[in-house]
């Protein structure tokens, strides 16, 4: 499960989204296409999806949806000051 310091309220909702586009197809198709937009909706702070690059792994053999998340490479290997500063006030 996704970690989001100091959201914990957030994880319960990530939890429902995900169990929505476990049996929601429609729900599923919109994660898959625009994670960040889905992920607002349930609050997610911007300065979250800021910092992520989520990317939506349906792997359909198994029927299982999965939303990993990964620090957004670009930006790190820009060695981005914003980015780093908003980094490193989120994970201290």
């Given at each position: 499960?996704?970690?989001?310091?100091?959201?914990?309220?957030?994880i319960?909702?990530?939890?429902?989204?995900?169990?929505?586009?476990?049996?929601?197809?429609?729900?599923?198709?919109r994660?898959?296409?625009?994670?960040?937009?889905?992920?607002?909706?349930?609050?997610?702070?911007?300065?979250?999806?800021?910092?992520?690059?989520?990317?939506?792994?349906?792997?359909?053999?198994?029927?299982?949806?999965?939303l990993?998340?990964?620090?957004?490479?670009?930006?790190?290997?820009?060695?981005?000051?914003?980015?780093?500063?908003?980094?490193?006030?989120?994970?201290?």
């Open positions: 499960m996704a970690r989001f310091p100091y959201y914990q309220k957030n319960v909702a990530l939890g429902k989204l995900l169990a929505n586009a476990r049996i929601d197809e429609r729900c599923r198709t994660l898959k296409h625009d994670p960040a937009s889905e992920l607002r909706k349930i609050g997610l702070p911007e300065n979250v999806l800021h910092l992520m690059a989520f990317e939506i792994v349906d792997a359909e053999s198994s029927k299982v949806t999965v990993p998340y990964k620090l957004n490479q670009s930006r790190l290997d820009e060695k981005d000051p914003a980015y780093l500063g908003s980094l490193a006030r989120q994970f201290c």
